[in-house]
Every structure is written in C-alpha cells, then in structure tokens.
C-alpha cells in the first residue's frame, strides 16, 4: 500500500477509535441527564464510528492470526506498562499532580497483569480450557477465575466488577 494512504488509514483508525469511546461516554452522560433519545444517538453514532475504524484496521493488514494477535497484544501492553506509563508516572509525580500519578500507575499494574494474562493464554493456546473473568470498573483490572472482595489495585468492592 502507498505510504500516503497508509498513513491516512492509520489516522482514521485512531480518529475513529477514539470518537468511538468518546460517544460512549457521552451515550451514558446523556441517560444519567434522562435523555434516552439523546443516548440512542451517540450510542449509534458510536458503534458506526467502531465500524469505520475496523473497516480501516483491516485496510491495514493488522489483524493476523489468533496466534500472532495475541503476541502483538503482549508485546504493545507490555511496552505500554514498562514505557509509557512509567513514563507519565514519573512526570505526574516530579508535578506533584498525585491524583494523576496514581491513575497512571493503576494503569501500568492493570497492564503489565493483560500483559501475564496474554504470555498464559500463549502457552496455553490450544487447550480447552475455560475461565470466568472479573473486571473492575473502576480502574480495570482483571481478576482470572475469583471475584476478589476488593480490588488489588484501586480497593473497589467486588460489587463494582463485571463479570464475563
Ligand atoms: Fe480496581
């Protein structure tokens, strides 16, 4: 593919990822305010963007197969974790900005517990095996198999996590 347009697709998927999540928010926003209608909309108009954005990935070759997903999504978690966020850590704690400085650190232990939950299911890939997974939807984090009574990482009761 010409660099131009590939380029242009990358931005697109990025532009539309985040307008995607953005609309969500605002989706939930809007029902909080008992605005149903005005929830439908961002919460269609969100889920359209989702498409485009995957029309765009696709474009882009970057979904291969379950084997290679799952090492291109250990490789980028575990350099989100130890890169970025150690990074924006630092920079929050040498401001003084500690609200800050404890999200991004939350987000790097949430991340470097994806980045263990991928390098099992690499080793274990062909196996049947089945899980129960718990969310916490207050920073996160996943919990494999037990619902803790509170969060590890942010101390939320077990009433806050979601379970797939
Ligand atoms: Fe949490």
Redesign the pocket.
């Known amino acids: 593919m010409d660099e131009k347009i590939k380029d242009a697709f990358h931005q697109a998927y990025a532009g539309e990822s985040k307008a995607a999540l953005r609309l969500k928010m605002y989706a939930k926003k809007a029902q909080e305010e008992g605005l149903p209608q005005i929830a439908k909309l961002f919460q269609v108009i969100s889920f359209s963007e989702e498409i485009q954005g995957a029309r765009a990935l696709r474009m882009l070759r970057e979904i291969k197969n379950t084997e290679d997903n799952l090492k291109a999504s250990f490789e980028s978690t575990t350099k989100i974790a130890g890169v970025a966020y150690e990074q924006f850590v630092k920079e929050a704690a040498d401001r003084g900005d500690t609200t800050a400085s404890t999200i991004f650190s939350?987000c790097r232990d949430?991340e470097d517990i994806h980045s263990k939950l991928y390098k099992e299911a690499m080793s274990h890939l062909m196996e049947d095996r089945e899980t129960i997974y718990y969310v916490?939807?207050?920073?996160?984090?996943v919990s494999d198999g037990m619902l803790p009574d509170r969060?590890?990482?942010?101390?939320?009761p077990k009433e806050?996590f979601s379970k797939f």
Do not use: E, T
């Open positions: 939350q949430v916490c939807s207050a920073c996160g984090y969060c590890p990482v942010c101390q939320a806050q």
